[in-house]
Nanobody
Framework: QVRLAESGGGLVQAGGSLRLSCEVS????????IGWFRQAPGKEREGVAC????????YYVNSVKGRFTGSRDSAKPTVYLQMNSLKPEDTAVYYC????????????????????????WGRGTQVTVSR
C-alpha cells in the first residue's frame, strides 16, 4: 500500500522559514517524482514544485522560485521542501504527490505542476504565514 505523509507545517512570521517533509512508503525503488502542491482558502490547488527522487532534478513555479528549494534524501524515501522568505500569500495546505506511472521521472518541464501527472497523494499539512 502506497502512503505519502507530509510533515513540517506550522505557523511562522513573514520572512521566516519552514521545511516540509514528504515520507513515502510502499515503493521498493527510487523511480518516482514528488510534486508539491498548495491550496489556499477559496482557491484552487496549484502545483509549486517538483523533486525527482530518481535523479534529483527540480522544478519551481515563478511565485516560489528563489525562495523554495526541493531536495531528496539519499538514504530515506523522503523528499523535502525548504521554504524561505515566506510571505502571507504562501499560507495554504501543502500536499505532496507521487508520480510513479512513468515513463519518465524527472522534473524537467511544466507538466510536473499538473495534478493529473500524479498517482498518489498525501493528506496535507497546514502552513500559515502571519504578517
Amino acid at each position: 500500500q502506497v502512503r505519502l505523509a507530509e510533515s513540517g507545517g506550522g505557523l511562522v512570521q513573514a520572512g521566516g522559514s519552514l521545511r516540509l517533509s514528504c515520507e513515502v512508503s510502499g515503493f521498493s525503488d527510487d523511480y518516482y517524482a514528488i510534486g508539491w502542491f498548495r491550496q489556499a482558502p477559496g482557491k484552487e490547488r496549484e502545483g509549486v514544485a517538483c523533486v525527482s527522487k530518481t535523479d534529483g532534478s527540480t522544478y519551481y513555479v515563478n511565485s516560489v522560485k528563489g525562495r523554495f528549494t526541493g531536495s531528496r534524501d539519499s538514504a530515506k524515501p523522503t523528499v523535502y521542501l525548504q521554504m524561505n522568505s515566506l510571505k502571507p500569500e504562501d499560507t495554504a495546505v501543502y500536499y505532496c504527490a507521487a508520480h510513479r506511472s512513468g515513463p519518465y521521472y524527472d522534473c524537467s518541464n511544466s507538466i510536473v505542476t499538473q495534478e493529473g501527472w500524479y498517482d498518489y497523494w498525501g493528506r496535507g499539512t497546514q502552513v500559515t504565514v502571519s504578517r
